[in-house]
Each structure stands twice: as structure tokens, then as C-alpha cells.
């Protein structure tokens, strides 16, 4: 019984394939890197620009923190004989605050750019689908793969800038 049932199945994948080798050749693809599309876009390099000026302030306080930090163990392993035992003591302890003080502020400074960046993403990111769903539509593509998903492309087949000059006409930085 299975043996006719396995058959039965084989026989009608093997039909399945004969009926889809004419569809096959005349399916229309094309092939976009939307890594490289989003990233061309006008609007993500001016957000980039802006999130850069807004949090560029902080990552320098940031960085100021980091370089006291690294002064202060340098005094420290430098002073190991040199200071008293209550001098030390001061001097780990300024450390160990400033060490607090760089992890909570470098940690809030990364979550509040992920975040905003997160959300410019996942806008540009679904606007960008869009594009790409009309130039499939107005080219009559059957199918448009993400160039990830490939192990090989013709370069003739690739939509990626056209993607992207489309999507930068229908939303131009502001």
C-alpha cells in the first residue's frame, strides 16, 4: 500500500515539474540589494547626519570620560608605592565612580541612538519594500529576490539603483 501511495505522489510531483519547466522560462526577476538601496538613500544619509549632530555632544562627553578614566589608572598603577594608603584609596574610589558614571552614561547614549535609529530603519525600511513592490509592478516582474539570497546574479538583473534614485524622487530628505 505505501509503495502505491509513494507512486502515486512521485508520479504527480513529476507532473507538477513538467507543467511548471514552461512557466519557468518565461518568469521575469530581478535582484536588489536593499542593504546597499537603504543605505543610499538621501534620507538615511541625512539621518545619519542628524543623529550624529544630536547625539555628537554626548559621544564626546562620552569620550572625555573615557580618557579621565584612563588617566586615573595610569596615576594609580604609577602611584602604587607613591601614595599613602588613604591617598590610594581616594584615587580608586574617583575610578570607580568615574568607571560608573562612563558605563551608565555610554549605555544610555547607545540605547536612545539604537532606538531612534531602530525607528528610522523600520520607516525607510517599509517605504523602501513599497518602492520596490512598484517598480515590480510597473517593470511586470514576477519575482524580485534580495541579492543575500543569491549565490549568483547578472549584474543586468540588479535594481538596486533604480530603487533607490525611485525611492529618493517619492520621499526626498528634509
Excluded: C, H
Aim: glycine residues 2%; hydrophobic residues 45%.
Amino acid at each position: 500500500m505505501n509503495w502505491k501511495r509513494w507512486n502515486t505522489m512521485a508520479a504527480i510531483a513529476a507532473f507538477a515539474l513538467a507543467l511548471a519547466a514552461p512557466a519557468q522560462a518565461q518568469l521575469k526577476v530581478a535582484v536588489v540589494d536593499l542593504q546597499k538601496a537603504l543605505q543610499s538613500t538621501a534620507e538615511i544619509k541625512q539621518a545619519e547626519a542628524d543623529l550624529k549632530a544630536r547625539y555628537g555632544p554626548r559621544q564626546e562627553q562620552v569620550s572625555t570620560l573615557e580618557r579621565e578614566i584612563a588617566k586615573l589608572q595610569s596615576d594609580a598603577e604609577a602611584g602604587q608605592g607613591k601614595y599613602t594608603e588613604a591617598a590610594m584609596a581616594e584615587l580608586m574610589a574617583q575610578l570607580q565612580t568615574k568607571q560608573r558614571q562612563y558605563q551608565r552614561n555610554a549605555q544610555a547614549l547607545q540605547d536612545e541612538v539604537n532606538r531612534d535609529r531602530q525607528d528610522i530603519l523600520s520607516r525607510v525600511g517599509q517605504r523602501l519594500q513599497d518602492v520596490v513592490k512598484a517598480i515590480a509592478e510597473a517593470k511586470d516582474l514576477d519575482l524580485v529576490v534580495d541579492v543575500s539570497a543569491s549565490l549568483y546574479v547578472k549584474p543586468a538583473l540588479d535594481i538596486s539603483a533604480e530603487v533607490t534614485a525611485e525611492y529618493d524622487k517619492k520621499f526626498p530628505a528634509k
